[in-house]
Every structure is written in C-alpha cells, then in structure tokens.
C-alpha cells in the first residue's frame, strides 16, 4: 500500500505516514493507530505493541522535553541527543583516553576545558557548562545504571589546568571508583592495547527493556570528533566496539589498582 492511500484511509497526510515509517517525530493519536492496524490487518498481539509505543511515546514528551532543554544554546545539537541516550541508558561504557568523561569531572576542570574550547564565550556561559555538567552528574547516584570507565593512564596525566585542579579532579574519581554502580579501571602505560588506541575515544550504551512492550532498544556507540559526532546503531559496528571494550577491560589494571594509580597521580600534582 502506497502512503497516499494509508493516508487516505485514516485521513493522515501521506508526509505524516512517511514520517511515521521514517521514525520522524509527528502527532498520532491513538485512534490513527488503531485505523492503521484495520488498514495493515494486523494481529491483535501487533495492535497492543503499536498503542503501547505511541503510549510511550506521549509520555515522554508530555513535560515537552528534558531537562537539558534549558541549556540548548550552550550544547551542540548533536550533544542533546547524545544527553538524551545517557539519561535513558541502563548501562554506559566509556574509554577516554587523553581527558576524564564529563559525567566525572569537577567544576573546576570542565570551566578550564570550556574555556579551552569556547575562549570568546562570556563568564555566563561558562557557567551554565558547567552547571549543565553538574546536573548530568546526578546519573552517577542512580543504582539503576551501571557505570563501567576505561581510562587511558595519558588521562591523569594530560594536565587539564593547574596541579590543583587535577589533584581535586583524580582525587573525586578515585572516590566515585568506590559507588556500588561504578567501575573504573585504568589501563597504564605499559599495557599492550593496540586496539584501543586504534579505536579511539567512544561511548557504548545499553539499554533497558521498554516498560510497557518489554522491546529492547538497540545499543548506540557515540563517537565524539572536534568538529561533529557519530552515532553508530548497525549491529556489526556495535558488537566491534563491544569487543574493544572487552579488549581494552582485559589489559587495564583492577579497581583497586586503578584507585591506587589514581590517587599515587593526585599525589604527584599536590606537590
């Protein structure tokens, strides 16, 4: 069936069913997905899914977006996706290898690296950064998230400011090593890790089953560059993240270790 007659017999446009079989955002009650299932003849099993996820759909943009709306002038468009994939994931992933993830770092730290990347934005703008960043930190209490931070031992040691904004930086990570919900693991120098370091920096995110359908969203791997970002959902590119993680994880140091490499860091810079 063609979308010009889809739309005719539910009396949607046929842009609208486009956009409907595209994923795109558009208003569809629960009486046009009824008329569709009637339409496509769907089973009964089919028709519950369909108004279950248009259910979903209108709950989660009732309140008319997150909370990060309100900091939109001071992220990029492709970052407020990427918040959104991070307040709804069960499971995060990251491997960073020259700066700590932002959902770990101190004020101090992020205002320095805001600075370095923004030099002509004002003292405000600034600020609402690192207020942003502070506000994304409060997935970190969530027991419902498991955290898991593969860091390249150049991470601690990339001097992002003064020794005192590094010190409070490694000293706070080492700390929020110890939640319940968060392995952090740092892979040194000496470590055999070709493949992480042909990988480069990137996020793996799962996610949870959907509440109503019990459907699991697929993983995205986000890729940040300087100028732009990737969002990578094929399941082949996923699984070959997947494994360099389990690669990078197999040559990084334990948590305690790790903890004992980080805090030995933060020693080095308060001196």
């Known amino acids: 069936m063609s979308q010009s007659a889809a739309g005719r017999a ?46 979903e759909v209108r709950e989660a943009h009732k309140s008319g977006g997150k909370w990060w709306r309100a900091y939109a002038d001071e992220i990029p468009i492709h970052f407020d996706h990427y918040l959104s994939l991070e307040d709804s994931a069960s499971q995060i992933t990251f491997w960073y290898t020259l700066v700590i993830p932002g959902l770990f770092q101190t004020s101090d730290y992020r205002r320095v690296l805001a600075w370095t990347e923004n030099p002509t934005w004002t003292h405000d703008e600034v600020e609402r950064l690192v207020e942003l960043t502070a506000k994304r930190q409060r997935r970190l209490q969530d027991p419902k998230v498991r955290i898991v931070v593969l860091l390249h031992e150049a991470a601690l040691r990339s001097q992002i400011g003064s020794g005192a904004v590094m010190e ?8 929020l090593s110890e939640h319940p919900n968060i392995t952090i693991l740092v892979v040194p120098f000496n470590a055999s890790n070709q493949l992480g370091t042909l990988a480069g ?21 986000y890729v940040e560059g300087f100028v732009g970002c990737l969002y990578l959902e094929r399941e082949t590119e996923v699984e070959q993240y997947r494994h360099a993680a389990e690669q990078i994880r197999r040559v990084a140091l334990d948590e305690i270790q790790s903890r004992e490499l980080i805090l030995e860091v933060a020693r080095e810079y308060a001196q």
């Open 10 to 55: 539910v009396e949607l446009s046929p842009q609208s069913i486009g956009r409907l079989e595209d994923g795109q955002a558009t208003r569809t009650s629960s009486l046009h997905i009824n008329a569709l299932c009637d339409v496509y003849r769907v089973s009964d099993a089919e028709r519950k899914v369909l108004l279950a996820l248009g259910a």
């Open 201 to 221: 920096t990137f996020v793996l995110l799962d996610f949870p089953s959907l509440p109503a359908t019990k459907l699991h969203e697929p993983s995205v791997v």
């Open 168 to 175: 409070e930086q490694l000293i706070r990570l080492a700390a």
